[in-house]
């Protein structure tokens, strides 16, 4: 039996029907009422029927101000129109469509924090005052009160209710990339001075009560997953050696999957692009050698943590895949291989893996720039244009998934530049409509 068609048990007791999962990627469909709309549907009844054996969403907020960005869904519970009758028959019908080709279906849950732009909060809430310096987009956050923080824990738990009850399979609690609860876990943006900052064993503590309040909300029957940095890739971070000890501790939380990532908006090594200079921590040989960027952090983590492991970002070969895996149970670097950006524009490409009819994908990223030469390239001497060539990219991306949402198929020929103007015109319009019915500063 091919390692990738091979079921994956969970510790809940739920299985897996295959090694390959759509990783969460946040798609901007909602309403300005931050609910599900028929685009959700359209989308995830297109990759449940494309072979993966589990799909994860984009990440869902649980506050209404502090979106990741618009268009994201929100089951915030100080808003009832974000749970209601009307909004959990939205839930309902997008659980439907996305599990219509036998997979599991989870909600990741998420706060973004200190990383929710100008254009959707002018007050993001973060563990402590420390801006996020990027194009001038975030503004200063404020720290959050303890009562704040307790009442969040609740949000989180809250909302995975929500899911179980709308028929999701299962949840992921959104733990990196530089989002609120990644932004406790580092010493950079986690300056408290009471029980929730300063040791590691405190900028854990919202982690860990997040867990056991998210588990007990869902029952031990739920699959209940974690996305965690491997690593914040910058200076005075969240470091690998941080992630080991808080995998040992998480060792007796229940946790069924934990997805290994790394990076934030500061240093986004998932998106290819490596920020500012002076504050990025150095890659190795080892590293940059390997197909996906995290799985030598996978093959550390795999030593500590006793639970299932998923590693996304970089595959684009069965090769690499199956390497990955291992021959067998608990020889290989993870357990599920995540796929994010080939099944954008290939929604089928786990089918197409599963069936033998393919070994591999095309990576589009080295010819997804605004120019191939000059100071506009992705080759050019500028942090600044590094960052909007890694922007439009990921714009290109992003407006392959409206297409698919559409019921079309992706638009591969699309240029970069117009893909751009597309998706910041969506973001604006988003934003606006959002801010009429829900207005904060």
Same mark, same amino acid.
């Given at each position: 039996?091919?390692?990738?068609?091979?079921? @994956?048990?969970?510790?809940?007791?739920?299985? +897996?029907?295959? $090694?390959? *999962?759509? /990783? %969460?990627?946040?798609?901007?469909?909602?309403?300005?009422?931050?609910?599900?709309?028929?685009a959700h549907e359209r989308l995830y009844r297109t990759w449940s029927e494309g072979g993966s054996g589990l799909l994860i969403s984009g990440n869902v907020q649980?506050?209404?101000?502090?979106?990741?960005?618009?268009?994201?869904?929100?089951?915030?519970?100080?808003?009832?129109?974000?749970?209601?009758?009307?909004?959990?028959?939205?839930?309902?019908?997008?659980?439907?469509?996305?599990?219509?080709?036998?997979?599991?279906?989870?909600?990741?849950?998420?706060?973004?924090?200190?990383?929710?732009?100008?254009?959707?909060?002018?007050?993001?809430?973060?563990?402590?005052?420390?801006?996020?310096?990027?194009?001038?987009?975030?503004?200063?956050?404020?720290? @959050?009160?303890?009562?704040?923080?307790?009442? +969040?824990?609740? $949000?989180? *738990?809250? /909302? %995975?209710?929500?899911?179980?009850?709308?028929?999701?399979?299962?949840?992921?609690?959104?733990?990196?990339?530089?989002?609120?609860?990644?932004?406790?876990?580092?010493?950079?943006?986690?300056?408290?001075?009471?029980?929730?900052?300063?040791?590691?064993?405190?900028?854990?503590?919202?982690?860990?009560?997040?867990?056991?309040?998210?588990?007990?909300?869902?029952?031990?029957?739920?699959?209940?997953?974690?996305?965690?940095?491997?690593?914040?890739?910058?200076?005075?971070?969240?470091t690998h050696e941080d992630c080991l000890q808080v995998v040992a501790w998480l060792n007796g939380e229940g946790v069924d999957l934990?997805?290994?990532?790394?990076?934030?908006?500061?240093?986004?090594?998932?998106?290819?692009?490596?920020?500012?200079?002076?504050?990025?921590?150095?890659?190795?040989?080892?590293?940059?050698?390997?197909?996906?960027?995290?799985?030598?952090?996978?093959?550390?983590?795999?030593?500590?943590?006793?639970?299932?492991?998923?590693?996304?970002?970089?595959?684009?070969?069965?090769?690499?895949?199956?390497?990955?895996?291992?021959?067998?149970?608990?020889?290989?670097?993870?357990?599920?291989?995540?796929?994010?950006?080939?099944?954008?524009?290939?929604?089928?490409?786990?089918?197409?893996?599963?069936?033998?009819?393919?070994?591999?994908?095309?990576?589009?990223?080295?010819?997804?720039?605004?120019?191939?030469?000059?100071?506009?390239?992705?080759?050019?001497?500028?942090?600044?244009?590094?960052?909007?060539?890694?922007?439009?990219?990921?714009?290109?991306?992003?407006?392959?998934?409206?297409?698919?949402?559409?019921?079309?198929?992706?638009?591969?020929?699309?240029?970069?530049?117009?893909?751009?103007?597309?998706?910041?015109?969506?973001?604006?319009?988003?934003?606006?409509?959002?801010?009429?019915?829900?207005?904060?500063?």
């Open positions: 039996m091919d390692v990738l068609t091979q079921p @994956l048990a969970l510790p809940c007791g739920a299985v +897996l029907p295959n $090694r390959l *999962a759509k /990783a %969460a990627m946040t798609e901007g469909l909602a309403d300005a009422w931050l609910r599900a709309t028929p649980v506050d209404r101000f502090d979106l990741e960005r618009p268009g994201n869904v929100a089951i915030d519970q100080t808003e009832p129109r974000t749970f209601d009758a009307e909004a959990r028959a939205r839930l309902a019908a997008w659980a439907r469509a996305g599990t219509v080709g036998g997979n599991q279906f989870w909600v990741q849950l998420a706060h973004a924090g200190r990383q929710s732009p100008r254009y959707v909060t002018g007050r993001p809430l973060a563990p402590s005052a420390v801006q996020l310096d990027l194009l001038g987009n975030y503004a200063r956050p404020r720290a @959050l009160t303890e009562g704040e923080i307790v009442d +969040l824990i609740g $949000r989180f *738990a809250h /909302a %995975a209710q929500v899911v179980r009850e709308s028929g999701f399979t299962g949840v992921q609690v959104h733990g990196a990339h530089g989002y609120l609860i990644s932004s406790f876990l580092s010493p950079v943006t986690n300056q408290r001075t009471d029980d929730w900052g300063g040791s590691l064993a405190n900028r854990a503590r919202f982690l860990l009560e997040t867990l056991r309040a998210v588990r007990k909300a869902v029952g031990r029957d739920f699959p209940m997953a974690l996305k965690l940095n491997s690593d914040d890739f910058r200076k005075g971070g969240f934990l997805e290994v990532s790394g990076g934030t908006y500061e240093q986004p090594r998932l998106i290819g692009f490596e920020g500012r200079s002076g504050d990025a921590m150095p890659v190795r040989r080892s590293t940059r050698a390997r197909e996906a960027y995290f799985l030598e952090y996978a093959s550390a983590i795999r030593r500590v943590a006793r639970m299932p492991l998923m590693v996304t970002g970089g595959f684009r070969t069965r090769a690499g895949m199956t390497a990955a895996l291992g021959d067998a149970p608990d020889e290989g670097d993870c357990d599920m291989i995540g796929l994010g950006r080939p099944l954008c524009w290939m929604p089928d490409f786990p089918l197409q893996l599963l069936t033998g009819e393919k070994d591999g994908i095309e990576n589009l990223d080295d010819r997804l720039r605004l120019r191939e030469r000059g100071w506009l390239s992705p080759q050019g001497s500028s942090v600044a244009a590094k960052a909007l060539n890694a922007f439009a990219a990921q714009s290109w991306y992003y407006c392959q998934l409206f297409e698919l949402a559409k019921g079309k198929p992706a638009a591969v020929s699309r240029g970069v530049l117009s893909t751009l103007w597309e998706y910041l015109g969506a973001e604006l319009k988003a934003a606006y409509a959002t801010r009429r019915v829900y207005p904060r500063g």
